[in-house]
């Protein structure tokens, strides 16, 4: 085998976690594909069932602040994909103008990359980055995917969040 070939093969497997396979909900109509040792957990958050995924070490968890939910839920009135593209075009609040908005209307997806920042104990302020996906179900539903780090952390697991949040697939039942 030529140096080449060798160097080549050796990035593809150092470049990208083992995918351990796809995942679909038993309840939400979504598929979802999941790192290898990543673990998906149903929760309960205000009331309503949502998809949880966690890096394999609590470490991991804690030093990056990992946050993967999904959930479905209704549109709020007035409120479309094209609106939320436009508002996270402007910075508002303590969130910046996305980085990367892609929206394809025919599709009924979009998909943002932007950062939040905000105070956590001892008045220390974390820049969190955010890799949002929200996925038209039917004229009043969506999924919606939020792929979460800390902005420092962030280059460390980008390939993962980035690839669960973009496998977010609708599956109709």
């Known amino acids: 085998m030529s140096i080449l070939r060798r160097l080549v093969l050796l990035s593809l497997l150092t470049a990208s976690p083992v995918w351990a396979a796809s995942?679909?909900?038993p309840r939400l109509p979504i598929r979802i594909n999941v790192p290898s040792g990543w673990k998906v957990r149903p929760v309960l958050v205000e009331g309503e069932r949502r998809i949880k995924v966690v890096p394999p070490k609590a470490d991991e968890r804690e030093r990056a602040a990992i946050e993967v939910l999904i959930s479905q839920r209704r549109f709020a009135p007035g409120e479309s994909l094209e609106r939320t593209a436009r508002h996270l075009r402007r910075p508002d609040d303590d969130r910046e103008a996305a980085s990367m908005i892609k929206l394809n209307s025919k599709a009924g997806r979009l998909d943002a990359d932007y950062r939040v920042g905000r105070f956590v104990t001892s008045d220390l302020?974390?820049?969190?980055r955010v890799?949002?996906?929200?996925q038209r179900i039917d004229r009043r539903q969506l999924i919606e995917a939020r792929c979460a780090a800390n902005a420092s952390e962030y280059k460390t697991y980008r390939h993962a969040l980035e690839t669960i949040c973009q496998s977010l697939t609708v599956v109709k039942r």
């Open 23 to 25: 995942y679909s909900d």
């Open 125 to 128: 302020w974390i820049l969190q």
């Open 131 to 134: 890799r949002l996906v929200q």
